[in-house]
C-alpha cells in the first residue's frame, strides 16, 4: 500500500521521486505510515493524499474530522469488525451502508460487513489518521473498551447498594466496607484506573465525590482532565480498596490520611515497579482521594536534560560544587523543584561526601543517600532533623523545604560553618526569594553571607513531535510576548496538531523553564543595603540573568513548546 500510494501521488506530480525517498528513509528509521511521513515532511497535505486514493479507486473520499456519525449508525457493527478491517460506517440509506475505508478493494471485508449487518455495502475513501481517530472516538481505544465493560458490570453488582453513603451518625459496617471493596467489579475496576493513568502518562489520579456525581480525573503534563463518573454508590467501595491497598483505616473517614502502594504491573510485555502515594481527606460527600504516581522511570536525573539554558546551568553546577554555601530551588507545588535537586544530589554524589536528606515524603530512594521521612506526628520535623543532621558528619545536606524561621535559621548556619545546603521555597521568581527570606526573621547579612544561587523554575508542556507543525502567528503577538523586532519577523513559530499519541492536546511531555540567579557580590552589597525585589531582579538582569520569560522564548524559538504555555507560566 506504501509503495502504491508513493507511486500514485508521483503519477499525479504532487510529490517528487527525491521527496519519496526521504519520506520512505524515515518510515523505515521510525516506522509509521508512508502518508503520514509525507504530511509531516511538509510535501502534501491530507486532502492531496485523500484525492489520490479516490481517483484511483473510482470511489469518492470523505474527511472524518469534519463529519458527525450518528450513534445509531454506530451500533450496528461490533468494535472488533470495526478494529480488525479498519473501517467505519457512516451513513444509511433505505438498504445501503456507506462505510469509510483506507482501501476499499478489501472484499473479505465488505462481505462481513453485509454478513453481519444485511445492507449492501457503499464504501468511500479515509485517511489512514482520520479513520484510527474515528474509530477511537466512536468505538473507544482498546482500554476504554475494557474499561466500559468493568463499569457495566459495577452497575450491575446488587451488593453495592448496601454501601450508600453512610452518615456521620450512622455506625461504619467496617465488615461491609471490606467485602465490598474486595468485590470483582470493583477490584478490577481499580486495577483499571490505576493501569490506564500510567498508560496515559498521569501525574496524579484524583478521585472525587460530589452530591450528585463521583467523578475519576488525571493529571496529564500539569492538565487535568475528566475520565470517567462511577456510580455514585459503589465510592465507599472505590475508597475502602485503595485504603486496604495502601493499608489506611477504612474505619476512619473523618481525619485526613497519608499512605502509599506499592505495585508490580506487567505493561508492553515488561515488569515495572510502581509507587503511588496516596493521601484522603473528608469532603462535603465523602472522602477525596488523590494518588500521586511515582515512577522511577520518568525520573530525570541527567540535568543537561532537564531545560537549563547553557549559562544556566553553568552557574547552578558551579553552585553545587561549592563546598559550603546554600542553593536554594524555588516555585509553586508541582513545579518539578524535587527531581530538580534530586539531579544536583546524583550529580555530586561520590563515595567522598556524606548525603543526608530530610523529606517530606520521601519521593525516590537514591542509592547513596541517607534520606529522612518528616514524622510530624511525633516531632520529627525539619528543624528537628537538621539539628540532627548537623551531629551526623554530613558534607551536603538537603532540606524538603524551608517553611519557617527555625528551618531557616538553622539551615543558614550550617551553610555557614562548612556544609553545602540544598533547599526550596515558594516564591514567584529567583529575586523575590531573599524577601522572603527577610520576611521570615532572617539578618540580612546572614542571608547575604550564606545564599551562593537561587534557581527559579515553571514547568511548560512539550509540542508533541509526532503532529509538530508550523503555525502562523501574527508578528504583533510575538512582539507582545518580549521577542525583539528582528526575532519577530524570522523565527519559526510550531503547535501540535492533536494525534492519538498525545490524547488530541497537541502536546506530550514537559520541560522547565529556569531562572538562575547567582549572588554575586554586587547582590551582596544590594541585600545588605535592604534592596528591594525589584532592584534584586535589574541587577541580576544586568549581570546576565535569563528571566523565566526569556528562557520560556528560547524554547518557543527552538520549537520545544507553545506561546500559550509560556505566557501561563512566566511574566515579562
Known amino acids: 500500500m506504501a509503495a502504491q500510494l508513493g507511486e500514485l501521488l508521483l503519477k499525479a506530480n504532487i510529490i517528487t521521486q527525491a521527496q519519496l525517498d526521504k519520506a520512505l528513509e524515515e518510515q523505515k528509521a521510525t516506522g509509521g505510515r508512508l502518508g503520514e511521513h509525507l504530511i509531516k515532511l511538509g510535501y502534501c497535505t491530507e486532502d492531496d493524499i485523500l484525492d489520490c486514493l479516490s481517483q484511483q479507486y473510482g470511489v469518492p473520499s470523505i474527511n472524518l474530522r469534519n463529519f458527525e456519525i450518528d450513534e445509531s449508525i454506530i451500533r450496528l457493527i461490533p468494535a472488533d469488525v470495526v478494529r480488525k478491517y479498519q473501517f467505519i460506517p457512516v451513513s444509511k440509506t433505505g438498504a445501503t451502508l456507506t462505510v469509510a475505508m483506507n482501501d476499499p478493494t478489501n472484499v473479505f471485508a465488505m462481505d462481513d460487513i453485509t454478513f453481519i449487518t444485511g445492507y449492501r455495502v457503499e464504501p468511500v475513501v479515509a485517511s489512514e489518521g482520520a479513520l484510527r481517530e474515528a474509530i477511537d472516538r466512536y468505538y473507544g481505544t482498546t482500554h476504554s473498551i475494557e474499561l466500559k465493560k468493568v463499569m457495566d458490570d459495577l452497575s450491575n453488582v446488587e451488593e453495592a447498594a448496601a454501601l450508600e453513603v453512610l452518615e456521620e451518625e450512622e455506625e461504619l459496617d467496617v465488615a461491609t466496607l471490606e467485602a465490598g471493596a474486595e468485590e470483582a467489579p470493583v477490584v478490577r475496576l481499580v486495577n483499571l484506573i490505576l493501569t490506564d493513568a500510567i498508560k496515559r502518562g498521569a501525574s496524579d489520579i484524583h478521585l472525587e465525590p460530589y452530591e450528585r456525581s463521583y467523578r475519576v480525573r488525571f493529571r496529564i503534563d500539569g492538565i487535568l482532565y475528566e475520565i470517567m463518573n462511577p456510580p455514585m454508590k459503589l465510592k465507599e467501595a472505590i475508597t475502602s480498596r485503595i485504603k486496604i491497598l495502601s493499608k489506611l483505616d477504612i474505619a476512619e473517614k473523618r481525619l485526613p490520611q497519608d499512605g502509599r502502594i506499592k505495585l508490580k504491573m506487567k505493561l508492553a510485555g515488561k515488569r515495572k515497579e510502581l509507587d503511588f502515594r496516596v493521601s484522603t481527606i473528608p469532603t462535603l460527600h465523602g472522602e477525596k482521594v488523590v494518588l500521586r504516581l511515582l515512577d522511577k522511570e520518568n525520573l530525570q536525573l541527567d540535568m543537561t536534560k532537564l531545560g537549563f539554558e547553557k549559562p544556566s546551568l553553568k552557574k547552578f553546577e558551579e553552585a553545587i560544587f561549592r563546598p ?19 539531579s544536583a544530589i546524583s550529580r555530586i554524589n561520590t563515595t567522598e561526601v556524606n548525603i543526608m536528606t530530610a523529606e517530606d515524603p520521601v519521593e525516590f530512594q537514591l542509592p547513596g543517600v541517607n534520606q529522612v521521612q518528616m514524622k510530624e506526628s511525633i516531632g520529627l520535623n525539619f528543624a528537628a532533623a537538621l539539628r540532627s543532621f548537623l551531629r551526623q558528619d554530613p558534607n ?5 523545604e524551608i517553611r519557617d524561621f527555625e528551618t531557616a535559621e538553622i539551615a543558614i548556619k550550617a551553610a555557614l560553618t562548612g556544609h553545602l545546603v540544598l533547599s526550596t521555597l515558594h516564591t514567584n521568581d529567583a529575586p523575590s526569594t531573599i524577601n522572603r527570606l527577610m520576611n521570615m526573621g532572617i539578618e540580612p547579612f546572614l542571608v547575604a553571607t550564606s545564599v551562593n544561587l537561587i534557581c527559579a523554575q515553571r514547568l511548560v508542556r512539550r509540542i508533541c513531535p509526532k503532529c509538530k507543525e508550523p503555525d502562523d502567528v501574527p508578528v504583533q503577538a510575538l512582539l507582545n510576548v518580549g ?9 519559526q513559530i510550531y503547535r501540535g496538531r492533536g494525534c492519538d499519541v498525545c490524547n488530541n492536546t497537541g502536546y506530550k511531555g514537559r520541560v ?13 552589597e544590594l541585600i545588605l543595603s535592604g534592596a528591594s525585589a525589584v532592584e534584586l531582579r535589574r541587577k541580576a538582569i544586568e549581570e546576565g540573568m535569563i528571566t523565566l520569560r526569556q528562557s520560556g522564548l528560547q524554547k518557543i524559538k527552538e520549537g520545544m513548546t507553545t506561546i500559550e504555555e509560556v505566557v501561563r507560566e512566566s511574566v515579562l
Open 324 to 342: 559550603y554555601g546554600m542553593v536554594l530551588v524555588t516555585g509553586p507545588t508541582g513545579s518539578g523543584k524535587t527531581n530538580t535537586l534530586y
Open 396 to 400: 551536603i545536606v538537603l532540606v524538603g
Open 483 to 491: 521577542f525583539s523586532e528582528a526575532e519577530a519577523t524570522e523565527i
Open 512 to 524: 522547565g523553564l529556569f531562572e538562575v540567579m547567582k549572588v554575586t557580590d554586587d547582590i551582596r
